[in-house]
Structures are given as structure tokens and as C-alpha cells.
């Protein structure tokens, strides 16, 4: 069965339930019609009881984060900027923390780039498959933006403070190999691959007991845990608040979209 909503669509397979970013066009790139579509599917989904969530996406690219043309459109003024962007980094927020504390077993099928804030998406992931030519990378000190969606929340806890610094601040591409080695992937593939590896988890998921595979995440991601990483995500959202109505944000962005240009 297959449901669509404007930029995400949800389709259900053999007991597990795929959400696919569907914003191709724009490389999935993150806008709050986006993230209210996500946090929708998010809450269906829990309320099916799937064996196991899989969030992907369509096109080219998994999502390249928040889309900064968004931004700049709001950018008349400062407060018209701030509810833009308190809006779009709380959701994708109020999302992770949706996928941290899901009641099955989630996994990620990269199918290409992940940027910004986009990359919260996967580190919530309990197992990642990466396609070959797909990256992370933060992007952040090349425009001008706080980090978001974990980068400072969530990052440091699986790869360590120094190394998550180091790619931060030297806007350091992973790729696909490298976030394998950093334990970011479970396993790298062919593109065309994906779903079959996807496919094959889901079949050993399904020879186990869902209530264990529950009851499991559950421990891992208690009240404690997620209480902090929500306490993380806020200072984030915070501070990306700060920084994006800064003149020389303004500056940045405009400059890293004539470059993309």
C-alpha cells in the first residue's frame, strides 16, 4: 500500500513501512511543508506497530538539509527570518526525537548526498545503508549556520568530540567508506543494492521476536537519554537562531547559492 502526501510518501511492505523524502527537484532538500509531511508520516507509522521503519529518499540525493533559498525568501526581516527558521529546525527536531524514540527497529537507506541538519535523519537510524557515491557532510561553517539535527547533539557520542570537530570545522566531506570505518554505516553498496541489503535486514528482523526488537530500542533510547538529547537539540536550535539573522549569514548564503549557481 502506498500513501502520498505533498513532499513525503509511505508505502508498506512485508510488515515494515518506507517514508520517502519526495522532493526531488530540490534534493530533498528540507522546508517546513517537508518536515510537517514527515512528522505526519512519523506518527502514522507508529500508530501501525510496523515491524520496522525505512526512511529513504527519492531522486538524486537522500536530502541536502535545509534549503537555503527558504531562508533567504524569508529574509525581509529578521523576525519573519527567525519564525521561518524556528519552524523549520524545531521540526526537523521534534522529527529526530520522533525516530529516536520510535517503537521498532529504524533504518536508512542512503541513496545519495546528506547535508546539514538532513544528516539527524540518519544518525537517529539504528542501521545505514549507504550507496557507494553518497556523503555526509555539515556545510555549516561555509554559510554561516549553528549546526543543527544533532551534529553537536548526536555526533560527538558516535565518532568522538575531536573528530566531530574536525570535520566541522574543516567542512570535511564522509564518505561512504569512511563513515562505515566511523560506525555511521552499517554497510556500503551499489545504488542499485540498497534495497535489496534493506531487504535482507528485514527479513532476519523478521525471523526475531518484534517484541524483544521493541523492548530493546526502548532501553537503549529511555526517558533519561532522550531527555538530554532533547536538551542538546534545543541549544542547538538556539543558537542557530542566533547566528541566522547575522548580517554575515545574509552574506554567507547568498554567496554559497551564486556558487551553487
Known sequence: MTTGTRQVVTEETDGALWIRLDRPTRHNALVPEL???????LDHAAGRGPAA??????????????DIAGFLAHAGSPNALLGYA???????????????????P?????????????????LAADMVAMAEQSFLQPYYSAVGFAPDGGWTALMPERIGTAK???IQYLNERICAEEALALGLATHVCPRSQLDNVVAQWLGMLGAGFHSTHRVTRKNVWDAERLATVRARLDQEKSRFLELVIQ?????????FLQQRA
Open 86 to 104: 524556528e519552524k523549520l529546525v524545531g521540526g526537523l527536531h521534534a522529527a529526530i526525537l520522533k525516530l529516536l524514540s520510535f517503537p521498532a
Open 35 to 41: 518536515i510537517d509531511d514527515l512528522e505526519a508520516a
Open 164 to 166: 566531530t570537530l574536525q
Open 247 to 255: 548580517p554575515e549569514t545574509l552574506d554567507g548564503m547568498k554567496a
Open 53 to 66: 521503519l525505512v526512511l529513504t529518499g527519492n531522486g538524486a540525493s537522500f536530502s541536502t538539509g535545509g
Open 106 to 122: 529504524v533504518l536508512a537507506a542512503v541513496n545519495g548526498p546528506v547535508t546539514g541538519g538532513a544528516t539527524g535523519l540518519v
